[in-house]
């Protein structure tokens, strides 16, 4: 799925929280947005994923306005939040039993989303009993079961161990590679973006803007250890330290740095056709 992030401005009240973001996201291309906390990332994918409204501007996916949510794309949270009375099959069909697919059909592609995330042998099993990073591969499974062209995650590892964490943030990679699924990832772990994306986008803020894009271009499996991912975390920690340090708010309009985050953001935004 084609994602274009046009959001020229999003306040809370008094608060200015986005200023002129523009992103392109290609079919299935995953990009991390990078950036520290409170520079409005969850508030970027929400709105992307139609739970929020920009004040003005918007998200369009394959070239249409995003109103509201859709089972085309699925969103992953921090917390898996699943129900915990039930089973971890009955938690990932949930989204087709409320869709009212066949008994038969939820049954199949829970097996085969379970399969996935590498699950299967535990289908009976209640979620209280499994683990942090196994509940949150029954949350990734409930996403996957609707067939989603587009996955929002938003720091989804952040609560795992840095083992747990590893593990799911190469499993997602190669899944959504052989799905051909798009992911946009929002994260202020710099390890995350070198290990899972192709290209990473730093936001600085408040108010949020997209200061740098910086490509991943590893092919292959990738280990933390492996030499172009250490440069590409270097290269990233760079980014990110320059734009957590940022120029003073008064003094954006004429700095250098905000020329440079212009010029990024104007090579990021795509025309609407
Ligand atoms: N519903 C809301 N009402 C009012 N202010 C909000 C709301 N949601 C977020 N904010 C404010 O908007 C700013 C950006 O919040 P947001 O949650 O998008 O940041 P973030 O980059 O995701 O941070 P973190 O990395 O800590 O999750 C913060 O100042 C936050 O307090
Ligand atoms: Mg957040």
């Known amino acids: 799925m084609d994602v274009i992030i046009d959001v020229k401005r999003h306040s809370f009240g008094e608060l200015l929280v986005l200023e002129d973001i523009g992103i392109h996201v290609r079919e299935g291309e995953i990009v991390a947005i990078i950036g520290p906390s409170g520079c409005g990332k969850s508030t970027l994918l929400h709105i992307l994923a139609g739970l929020m409204r920009p004040s003005a501007g918007a998200g369009y996916l394959d070239g249409k306005a995003v109103e509201g949510p859709s089972p085309r ?7 898996p939040s699943l129900f ?7 938690n990932v069909g949930i989204g087709l039993r409320f869709a009212r697919l066949p008994k ?11 399969r996935l995330v590498d699950l299967e042998s535990h289908a009976e099993a209640n979620v209280q ?7 949150q591969r029954v949350a990734l499974a409930r996403s996957l079961v609707m067939k989603p062209e587009l996955l929002l995650l938003d720091e989804p590892f952040s609560a ?4 747990t964490r590893a593990a799911l943030q190469r499993d997602v990679r190669s899944i959504a590679k052989r799905l051909g ?10 390890d995350e973006a ?3 994306a192709d290209r990473a986008l730093i936001m600085a803020g408040p108010p949020g803007t997209i200061v740098e894009a910086v490509a991943i271009d590893i092919k292959g499996p990738r280990e933390r250890k492996d030499p172009e991912v250490r440069t590409a975390r270097e290269r990233l920690m760079k980014s990110f330290e320059a734009a957590a340090a940022g120029p003073s708010p008064g003094a954006v309009e004429n700095s250098p740095a905000a020329d440079a985050a212009d010029a990024a953001v104007a090579s990021l935004v795509v025309a609407q056709a």
């Open 194 to 196: 070198a290990l899972m």
């Open 104 to 114: 038969a059909e939820v049954a199949s592609r829970v097996a085969e989303a379970l």
């Open 181 to 190: 699924l798009t992911l946009v990832i929002v994260t202020h772990d710099i």
């Open 73 to 79: 794309w699925g969103m992953m949270f921090q917390q």
């Open 129 to 135: 009993d499994l683990s942090g990073g196994q509940q």
């Open 160 to 163: 795992l161990d840095a083992f």
């Open 84 to 90: 915990p009375w039930m089973q971890v099959a009955q």
